[in-house]
C-alpha cells in the first residue's frame, strides 16, 4: 500500500511548494525509500508546452517526451530520479479523458459531473503514479480557495478519507514579516487552514514560510489554532540555495511525524555528500564567469534547468558560476561586446523566435574568433553552424529556415520525417498546431570517439539526452564544415547532433539540451565539462 504526502499551498503563490516537495521526497529518498513524486496543475492547458517561457518559466522535458511543469525539473534534480509525463498532469487533461470516454459512450448514458466524474479520474491518476512507489509525494499547484483547484482538493479529501493515515497534508504558507511592528504574523495561515477546513481537509504539517525565525511560542500558538501536532510546525526560513532546504528541514524534525505517521520506524537519510556539495554551493573556493547569452532574462525561471545544472557543475567544482546575463538583442545594436570579452567562457542557450538571434550570431562568432570556451545549446548549435557557414565558409545567403523560411542556403532546416522514440516515423508538415510536433525527449546519441563531447562523457560511445526542437542541421552541408575545421562530434540516425571546433580550446554544441538530465548528486556531464575548462582558461 502505497503512502501519499499531499503538499498543499496557501495565501500566495511562489512559496516554494515545489522545493518543499522535493526535499521531503529528496529526505526521504537518501533514507533509501522508494519514493516518487507528481505535480497536479489545475490550469486548463492540456500541457505547458504551448505557453510563453515568459508566462510560466520553463517548459521541462522528460525522458519520455512529456512538456512539463518547471517543478518537475525540481523533483528529478532532488530526488536524481526519471520521471514520466504521468507524474505531471493539468485540469485540460483530466477533462480531454472524461469527455472522450463521454464521448465513447463509457458513462452509459450518466450525466457526467465534476463529483463523481471528475474527482475519479483525478484519484485515477494519482493512484496510477502512486503504484509505482512506496510513498508518492503530491504537489497540488495553486492556492487553496482558487476555483479550479476545487476539484483537486475535493478527489484528495475523498483519498483520504478512503486511505486514512496512508495520506498526509503538509500545507504550506506564508508568516509575513510586518517591518513597522517589527513583528512576523500567524492570521494569514490561520485563514488559509480555515479555508483548507471549509472543503474538508485538515492539515497535518504546516511548513512556514518566512523571512525571520519562528519563536516557540508562535509555533505553539499555530499548533493550537490550526489543530496540528506540536512537532508538526515546521518554519521554512529563507535559504540561500534551495538545495539547503532538505538539510534544514531534516534539523528541524520534518521526517519525525511523517515516519510516525506512516509507521516507517526510525527514518536517518545519509546526508553527507548532499552537505558536502552544498557547503561547496554556499563557500565555495573559487569563481568563474559565464556570459549567459539570452532572450527570456525578464523571468529568468524559463532557463530554470540550465541555472541549476550550472549550479550543479559548480558545486562539484567546488566554483562560484557568476552568471553576467546579455541580452541578445543588446548585442544586435551597438558594439556591446565588452561583457564577452570579460567573462571566461559564454552560453548560448536554446530559445524559439527570431527576436535577438543576430545578437547571439554576434556572440558566437566572439568566442570562435577569440578562443572564449563556449557551450551552444539547442538553437545555440543551430545558430553556432549559421555562423560558421556565414563567416568562415562564405556561403551566402546561409540562414535557418526558422527565421527565413525561403532561406536560399538553408544550414538549419525543418526536414518533412523524423524516426521518434518509439521507432514510429513522424510527418512533419509547416501547418501542424503549434502544440506537439517537435522532436521531443529523450534520444540516443553516438558520440565521436576523441572528440571533446566523448571525453567529457568519460569516453563513453552512447549517451542518452533529451530533446525539443522543431529543426534540425542540414547534413547537405557537412562536409564542408568538416573540411573548414568543424567535427561532428555527436550523431544519431543521419541527425548531426553536436558539432565542436578542431583549432579551439573548447567549443562545443549540442542539440540536445544537456539540462535536463543534470542532477545535483549526478550533474550532467558536458556542462561539467564546459565549466571544467572554463576554469581551465581562465
Ligand atoms: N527554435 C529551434 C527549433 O525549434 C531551437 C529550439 C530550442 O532551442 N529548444 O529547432
Known sequence: ?????????????????????????????????????????????????????????????????????????????FIDATLSKRNNFTTGQIYQTVIEKERRGDYLGKTIQVVPHITDEIIRRIKAVGKEASTLVVELGGTVGDIEGLPFYEAIRQLKHRLKSKVFNIHVTLVPYLAVADELKTKPTQHSVQELRRIGLSPDMLVLRSEKPISKEMKKKLSEACDVDPDCVIEAIDAKSIYEMPLKFYDDGLLKPIAKTFDLGDLKPNLREWKRLVKNILEPSR?????????YLELKESYKSLIEALTHAGAHMSARINLKWIDSEALESADALKALESADATLVPGGFGSRGIEGKIKAIKFA??????????????????????????????????????????????LIDEFIDQNGDKQIRTRQSPMGGTMRLG????????????????????????????????????????????MIVSGEAKGLIEAIELRDHPWFVAVQFHPEFTSRLQNPNRVILAFIENALRNK
Open 1 to 77: 500500500m502505497t503512502n501519499y504526502i499531499v503538499v498543499t499551498g496557501g495565501v500566495l503563490s511562489s512559496l516554494g511548494k515545489g522545493v518543499t516537495s522535493a526535499s521531503v521526497a529528496a529526505l526521504l529518498r537518501n533514507a533509501n525509500h522508494r519514493v516518487s513524486m507528481l505535480k497536479i496543475d489545475p490550469y486548463i492547458n492540456v500541457d505547458p508546452g504551448t505557453m510563453s517561457p515568459l508566462e510560466h518559466g520553463e517548459v521541462f522535458v522528460t525522458a519520455d517526451g512529456g512538456e512539463t511543469d518547471l517543478d518537475l525539473g525540481h523533483y528529478e534534480r
Open 287 to 295: 569563481e568563474v564567469v559565464v556570459a549567459f547569452v539570452g532572450k
Open 368 to 413: 570562435r574568433e577569440n578562443g572564449k570556451v563556449f557551450l551552444g545549446i539547442c538553437l545555440g548549435l543551430q545558430l553556432a553552424m549559421v555562423e560558421f557557414a556565414r563567416n568562415v565558409l562564405r556561403i551566402d545567403g546561409a540562414a535557418s529556415q526558422e527565421f527565413d523560411k525561403n532561406a536560399k542556403e538553408p544550414i538549419i532546416y
Open 442 to 485: 529523450e534520444y540516443e546519441c553516438n558520440l565521436k570517439s576523441g572528440s571533446r563531447l566523448a571525453k567529457a562523457y568519460d569516453g563513453a560511445e552512447k549517451i542518452y539526452e533529451r530533446h525539443r526542437h522543431r529543426y534540425e542541421a542540414n547534413d547537405k552541408y557537412r562536409t564542408a564544415f568538416e573540411n573548414a575545421g
